[in-house]
Structure formats: C-alpha cells, structure tokens
C-alpha cells in the first residue's frame, strides 16, 4: 500500500504506551448527550473525553484534567491511548483536540509531576512526554486544535504539533513558550517544533524571552493559524477540518511525513540521551528550587 512506509517506520519506532497506562479507565464507551446511533457513541477515559462521529470521520478529542489541564502523567498516557485508538480505527481520518476545561486549553508540563520527585519517576514522567510529541507530530491523521483557553509551554506544544490552530480572541488566552521564565530550558525538540512553525528568528526572540503571545500577535507571526470569537472556535476548526480532508488522505499524509520525519528522527535518534538531560537538569538543586517558588507563585495567585 502507497501509506506513508515512514510513517510506520517512525510508529512502530514509539514505545507501546500500555505498559505507562496507571489506574485509567480506558475504553469505556458511554452514549453521547442526545446521542442514538454508534457515530454518536463517546468514548474515552478519565482525562479523555472522546466524541467521535463516524459519518464524517473525525472525532473531537477534549481534555478534561481539572483545573488547568496540566500533563500529569496519567493525562499523557491517555492522551496516547486515545490518538492510537482513534489512528487504529480506519473510520476516522481528523481529530479536533479542544479543552473541556473552562479558560485554560492547557497548562503544560504538570509541575507536581517533576517538582520533589526521583529521577527514575522524572524519566518515567519524560519518556511519556517524549511519547505524545512523536505520535502527535507523525500522526497520519488530520489534528486540528481548537484552543479554548490558555497555552502555555506543553499547552503550546501539543498545539504546534497539529496541523492547524484555531485560538479563541480573548486577551487572557496566551500562547507560546515561557520555559525561560521558570529558570528552564525548551528541549531541542520543542525549540525544532517552535523553528518550524514560526521561523528561526522568532523563534529566537520568543524563546529566549519566554514570550506569551496575546492572540493578534500568536496570529501575526505564525503560531495560530486563524483567532476568531470564542463562541465560533469549534465551528471554524470544523471548517478548517474540511479543508483538510478535502485533500486525499495518501498526498496529505505522505507530504505531512515529508515536512516533519527529520524532526522527529532526531528525537528517535537520540530519546535516551534527551532523557537522560532532562532528568539531570531538572533533578539539580537550584532548577529544583527555582520550580518550587514558580509553584508557590502559581498557587499564591488567585484570579
Ligand atoms: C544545560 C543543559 C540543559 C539541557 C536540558 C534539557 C532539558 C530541559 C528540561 C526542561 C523541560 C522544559 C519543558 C517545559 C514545558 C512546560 O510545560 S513547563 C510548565 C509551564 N506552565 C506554565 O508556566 C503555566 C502555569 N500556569 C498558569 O500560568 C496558569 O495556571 C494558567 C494561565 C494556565 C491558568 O490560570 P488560572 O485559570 O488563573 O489558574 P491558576 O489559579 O493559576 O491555577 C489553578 C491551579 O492549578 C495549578 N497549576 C497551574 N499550572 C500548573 C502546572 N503547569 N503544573 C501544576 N499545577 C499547575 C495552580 O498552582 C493552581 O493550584 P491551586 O489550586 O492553587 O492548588
């Protein structure tokens, strides 16, 4: 079949993501509100809301990992699950990634998940991270990402790794890549995905001065693909999805393989050593205190 062979070189290079899955309720299927047929059947997990409609072929895949969406590991592995399931099943060939949480799209890494831990949990929590670059980055479907809220770092990561970003107007939705402002540094693999999108000076300048783009600007250099009224973000993405799919599925997907296989190569390449970096870094003392007063300000914060 004409199906992108490094597409599945590059998956069956991914870890099997069961052997991370922690008490999650995977698989379970319950009816959609107001829902009949299977099309209408939802299925997810605890922190996966998944509503997929066959008829069309695309699903909208909603985070729900209160308050802010962070990526605790449980989130992560589910996340995986679910993109696997949805990428097994032949029915589908688009995913609407959106938030089920009020304001927030998503709040990055889960800061509790690397703040007074051991490394062998740090490396276990960056192996899963690792995990849901790779398979968003590659995956053959369409993602498109309606951004309902604020996206920061891993927030803003998950979105460059779709193919098309919707991000709702309102000022307080930012979005980009603060690391620097926690006194951390963006992996390669994050810097590689920002240059791709935005370009390398930009991504120079906002890298380095941990930027948060208000949604004109996210729209003036490239990081979204449309801003549009809160209230028309999940219809746009399915105008967008549209598009996509207008395009044969083989094209699109070999193309897509074509633009971003050397990106992704160069994590496959070198995952241990990534690993091994950022459990290091993160395990230090001072990159261990300048995250425990980040917390503390985050908590400290109210509204
Ligand atoms: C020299 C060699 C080097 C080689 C090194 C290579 C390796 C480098 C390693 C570095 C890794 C880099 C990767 C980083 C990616 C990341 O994602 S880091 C995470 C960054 N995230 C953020 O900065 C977002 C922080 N959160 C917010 O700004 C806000 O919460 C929000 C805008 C998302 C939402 O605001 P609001 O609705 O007002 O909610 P809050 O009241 O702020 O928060 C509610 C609640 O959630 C907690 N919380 C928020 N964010 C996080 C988080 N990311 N993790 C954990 N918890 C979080 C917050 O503390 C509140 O908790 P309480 O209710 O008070 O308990």
Known sequence: MALASGVRFAERALLRPWALLRGTTLGRTEPAAGGGGDGARRFGSQRVLVEPDAASGVAVMKLRNPPVNALSLELL????????KLENDKTF?????????????????????????NPAHCAEYWKAMQELWLRTYLSSLVL?????????????????????????????????LNETLLGIIAPFWLKDTYVNTIGHRA??????????FPPAEALQVGLVDQVVPEDQVQS??????????AVPDHARQLTKNMMRKA????????????????????????????????????RQRKG
């Open 77 to 84: 592995t589910e996340l995986v699950i679910s993109l696997e």
């Open 203 to 212: 991504s120079e300048q906002a890298l380095q001065l941990g930027s948060l």
């Open 93 to 117: 060939r688009g995913v609407i990634l959106t938030s089920d949480c009020p304001r927030v799209f998503c709040a990055g890494l889960d800061l509790t998940e690397i703040c007074g831990r």
């Open 263 to 298: 990106t992704a190569d160069r994590l496959l390449r070198q995952r241990d050593a990534d690993t091994q970096n950022f459990v290091s870094f993160v395990c230090r003392d001072s990159i261990q205190k300048s995250l425990q007063a980040y917390l503390e300000k985050l």
């Open 236 to 245: 746009t993405a399915l105008s967008e999805m549209a598009r996509w799919l």
């Open 144 to 176: 498109v990402a309606a951004i309902n809220g604020a996206c920061p770092a891993g927030g803003c990561i998950i979105a460059l790794s779709c193919d098309c970003r919707v991000l709702a107007d309102n000022p307080k939705y930012r979005i980009g």
